[in-house]
Each structure stands twice: as structure tokens, then as C-alpha cells.
């Protein structure tokens, strides 16, 4: 593990700062790259504007170059929404491959962390819960010996699957045959105002088209489909 606090700032708006880091990370040999926080490096960029895409735009460049993963630490908004939890430029989902918030139960360090995704590209990946688990060294309390998260039950205010599931089988019932986007986009303003994001509602979109509870058809027209809600043995 190399923990590395650099003196002057670095800022990943230019690109000979971007390459400096894609040499420093070669060399080091890493394949997960955590950079903390987004606001320590983004230089130059002002935080509400696309000039924060430079960025994102140059740290994919470090990703693909030195052939690591990139993740970057970010604060949230105060008055975020599920799509959009983070601060700044409301690009920033667009650029990701994966975002994930990570919200505290409490202020100590075991308590409970609740995480939930609202940007995937690719598989889908559902809210979990976890804790921090660790050990100290027997001869010095202030040495960390062993740490781990362990999986435990989300909270109750948390909008589970099945809430999500029963929104489809609600819209559908209503509205047969709407197309994916437009059903995604319906369920999702169902469940708006609850701890709920878009990711969510799409990967129990995709797990129901597996389970074959929702089916999709063809319509006919270039690229469109058309859903049903199945009941049961249907």
C-alpha cells in the first residue's frame, strides 16, 4: 500500500500534471488508485462549471494509460438528489464508469455505512449495507492490525427491491406497453423523494427482465420494445 501526500498541489486540469501522475503510477506498479478528494486536484477547473470535464476527461486518460483503476473521493450536496448526491458540475455522472454514495449511520467508526450506486455502466450493482470491523495491534492499541467491512442489513428507510419491483408491476399495470426509457423514467418519479436513484431502478429492471416478470417485446419499429407485467405462472 503506498500512501503518498504530495507538497504542492496537483492538478489534474493540465495535462503534464496528468501525465506526471500516469508516470508516478506506472512506476509504482498500482492498480487501484485513490485520489482524495476530487476538490484537492481538480487546479484550474471551477467546480460548477464543464471545465471539471478536463478532468475527468484527463483522469480517464491516467486510467487507460497506466492501465490502473481510478477512484476519486467526492463531497456530497447538501441538497443533492439521488441521480446527481455529489457537489459541482451535474456532468460528473457522465463521465463515470461507477459512482456509489457512501452515507454514515452515526459518527463513530464502526457505525453502519449504507451505499447505493447512482451511476453504473455495466452490471448492475444493488444498495448494500456494511461495517467496519477492526483490530489493533496487542502491544500498541494505536496500530491497526486487521480491518474488514462486513455485509449487514440495509436501513428500513432505504427503498429495497421489492418496493421498486411492486412501482413496475404498478406502472405497467397502468400503462402497458411503454418503452425502457420511458418506464425507467416513470418508476423513478414514483419512487422521487424517497432514498432511491436511477441506477436502482435500472438494475431491478434488468433483474426482472432475467427473472422474466417483466417481458419486453418488439414493436416493430427500429430499436423499440415494447413491456408487460407477468402474474405468476403467466
Request: proline share 5%; aromatic share 8%; no cysteine.
Amino acid at each position: 500500500l503506498h500512501v503518498l501526500s504530495v507538497s504542492a498541489p496537483m492538478d489534474l486540469f493540465s495535462l503534464q500534471h496528468a501525465e506526471e501522475l500516469t508516470e508516478l503510477i506506472r512506476r509504482l506498479g498500482a492498480k487501484f488508485v485513490v485520489i482524495d478528494t476530487l476538490i484537492d486536484v481538480k487546479g484550474a477547473a471551477r467546480e460548477n462549471e464543464d471545465s471539471m470535464g478536463v478532468v475527468f476527461s484527463n483522469l480517464r486518460r491516467i486510467s487507460q494509460e497506466a492501465r490502473t483503476s481510478i477512484n476519486v473521493i467526492h463531497h456530497p450536496a447538501k441538497n443533492g438528489s439521488p441521480d446527481t448526491p455529489y457537489r459541482g458540475f451535474s456532468g460528473i455522472a457522465g463521465k463515470l464508469d461507477l459512482g456509489v454514495t457512501l452515507a454514515k449511520r452515526g459518527y463513530e467508526l464502526t457505525e453502519p455505512v449504507d451505499v447505493s450506486a447512482f451511476k453504473v455502466r455495466g452490471a448492475p450493482i444493488k444498495p448494500f449495507s456494511a461495517m467496519f470491523q477492526y483490530e489493533t495491534h496487542s502491544a500498541d492499541w494505536r496500530t491497526l492490525w486487521a480491518a474488514s467491512f462486513v455485509a449487514i442489513a440495509p436501513p428500513a428507510n432505504m427503498v429495497g427491491p421489492q418496493a421498486i419491483r411492486d412501482t413496475f408491476r404498478d406502472v405497467l399495470t397502468q400503462e402497458p406497453d411503454l418503452g425502457k426509457t420511458d418506464l425507467i423514467k416513470k418508476v423513478y418519479l414514483k419512487l422521487m423523494g424517497q432514498k432511491v436513484s436511477r441506477a436502482q431502478v435500472e438494475a431491478e429492471y434488468y433483474a426482472l427482465l432475467s427473472d422474466n416478470q417483466v417481458i419486453a417485446e418488439a414493436t416493430g419499429e427500429k430499436n423499440k420494445t415494447a413491456h408487460r407485467w407477468v402474474e405468476g405462472d403467466e
